[in-house]
């Protein structure tokens, strides 16, 4: 806690340290402000796998919605990826404790082949797109998952290690869109250990899934390495720290992209569908021109989300195509990437849908 007091007639900026709280159970007075803000929703869908964040979670928001005259419908929600034996077991655990906390719950499968490369992502998307669809059949508008501090510093070292931007080492928001719902993590700034505390004082079990601990996957590897990491002080607290201020400063960049994106629609026709004057573009700075690019291929294109690196490479063909002399009309770039075709023909860059791409003659 920061607080500013005085020492020998001046003001200094000190840090007062109340106590390490970071194994204390939650109390029922902490957990209110976790959820306070989806209060007036319709209903909530909890994912809840059987480890000890999920478990929790679905245990702190029963307790608050017990609390409330008025408030949203609770479903629990858990997805069998069928990847482990024991995965249906803690579904039905996680079913009788639902039923103890007077919570309707769902057993949701991944069915279908699954990749050989690539397991962790694609059981992700297929998680979310299961809760989505969950959420959709309940009525409800929100999908809560039991991401931790702890996550959020994986998140931040695993994007690091990809060499992610500014908006990929925000890492996971508190609320964010996908698949058609609101996806919230309203323990995102709850440390592991907290969670676990609290199950303990209430008695209450949790599954252990020892792919946690399986160094073949990226997180559970730097997971590894924390404690030699906290020695150094980079440890969970400030790197979620890190992480929200990256937040907060794409925040205001995207508002510059915003501002960008109004100039350069009032130096030229229809900037949407007509392009845009690639003099004025030229006069942004390389970040908001990065973004401003970015955000056109993904509004226009279908091949899902452009990769920060091949736009980088694409602004610096656009800069040297801008930076050569040619006649006007003469088309100085034409590429396609993500499913959108950029263009620069007679001073004005275009992006638009790309044409289908031709189909292999067998």
Sequence with gaps: MLRCARNDGKWKLVSERMRDDDHSPILAQEAKPLFADWKAAPALVLAVSGGPDSIALMWLAARWRRALTRGPDLIAVTIDHGLRPAAAREARDVK???????????????????????????ARDARYRLLAKAARASGATHVLTAHTRDDQAETLLMRM??????????????????????????????????????????????ADDPTNRDMGFTRP???????????????????????????????????????????????????????????????????IRLRLLLRRIDRVGYEGPAELGKVEALLAALDRAGAENGHKGRI???????????????????????????????
């Design 96 to 122: 009788r404790l639902a039923q103890t906390l007077d919570l309707p719950h769902r057993t949701l499968r991944w069915t279908g082949a699954k990749p050989r490369t690539g397991l962790p992502a694609a």
């Design 161 to 206: 290690s990809r060499g992610s931007g500014i908006a990929g080492l925000a890492a996971m928001a508190r609320q964010s869109e996908r698949d058609g719902v609101l996806l919230v993590r309203p323990l995102l700034q709850v440390p592991k250990a907290r969670l676990v505390a609290t199950l303990k004082r209430a008695g209450i079990g949790f």
């Design 221 to 287: 590897r730097l997971r590894a390495i924390m404690p030699a990491l906290a020695a150094e002080g980079c440890d969970a607290r400030n790197l979620a720290r890190l992480a929200s201020r990256l937040a907060r400063a794409n925040a205001a960049l995207e508002l510059l992209v915003d501002g960008a994106e109004r100039y350069l629609a009032l130096r030229g026709r229809n900037a949407l569908h007509a392009g845009f004057d690639a003099k004025a573009f030229a006069a942004l700075s390389e970040e």
């Design 332 to 362: 100085r770039l034409k590429q396609t990437l993500a499913g959108a075709l950029i263009s620069l023909v007679d001073g004005r860059i275009r992006v638009e849908p790309a044409p289908p791409r031709r189909r292999r003659a067998d």
